[in-house]
T-cell receptor, first 110, second 117 residues
Framework: KQEVTQIPAALSVPEGENLVLNCSFT??????LQWFRQDPGKGLTSLLLIQSSQREQTSGRLNASLDKSSGRSTLYIAASQPGDSATYLCAGAGRRALTFGSGTRLQVQP | KAGVTQTPRYLIKTRGQQVTLSCSPI?????VSWYQQTPGQGLQFLFEYFSETQRNKGNFPGRFSGRQFSNSRSEMNVSTLELGDSALYLC????????????????FGPGTRLTVL
């Protein structure tokens, strides 16, 4: 059974700082790894999807990497802004469904 | 293109009642998945539909059921509500043939907040 862990659970940084969010998974047989953002009380917004054959994906200030052999993915956010404050979730796509981590709650202080 | 829409956005029910939630996927998407999100358990997979067929089901009791119509709209039903069913119910759609197809980004709706009293 796939288990996804995200560390840290919460993070507070000053505006402008670069930061890394971590995601680890136990079953390397994933089809892809997705990163989402969730604002309080809202649905999920897709940020990046890394296919199992890829090593990284970039979108603007976001860069996500995937290392299946070690069961790890990271989300790098460059030059953080207060608008980046949200909960970030990673999810591994298995044969049946997405398995989600519990998320990292990010607060960017102005 | 309009995003995934879910109705209603908020619901308050009492124990023992039943509820039906609706999800309209992005136009052209035929795969719809449902997830339950609670503070204690996080996001958990309920079921997935593709072309009116349930493809996968999560580990939830039979009180949770769903269906998909020919226009890809989906409904989920929870019968005999329990306090523990209080949660945010999220629906996601994708353009491919389902979750495990490598390239399929899942697009989520805003969710339905269900409160059971």
């Amino acid at each position: 059974k796939q288990e996804v862990t995200q560390i840290p659970a919460a993070l507070s940084v000053p505006e402008g700082e670069n930061l890394v969010l971590n995601c680890s998974f136990t079953d390397s047989a994933i089809y892809n790894l997705q990163w989402f953002r969730q604002d309080p009380g809202k649905g999920l917004t897709s940020l990046l999807l890394i296919q199992s054959s890829q090593r990284e994906q970039t979108s603007g200030r976001l860069n996500a990497s995937l290392d299946k052999s070690s069961g790890r993915s990271t989300l790098y956010i460059a030059a953080s802004q207060p608008g980046d404050s949200a909960t970030y979730l990673c999810a591994g796509a298995g044969r049946r469904a997405l398995t989600f981590g519990s998320g990292t709650r990010l607060q960017v202080q102005p | 293109k309009a995003g995934v829409t879910q109705t209603p956005r908020y619901l308050i029910k009492t124990r023992g009642q039943q509820v039906t939630l609706s999800c309209s996927p992005i136009s052209g998407h035929r795969s719809v998945s449902w997830y339950q999100q609670t503070p204690g358990q996080g996001l958990q997979f309920l079921f997935e539909y593709f072309s009116e067929t349930q493809r996968n089901k999560g580990n939830f009791p039979g009180r949770f059921s769903g269906r998909q119509f020919s226009n890809s709209r989906s409904e989920m039903n929870v019968s005999t509500l329990e306090l523990g069913d209080s949660a945010l119910y999220l629906c996601a759609s994708s353009s491919g043939r389902g979750v495990a197809r490598g390239t399929d980004t899942q697009y989520f709706g805003p969710g339905t907040r269900l409160t059971v009293l």
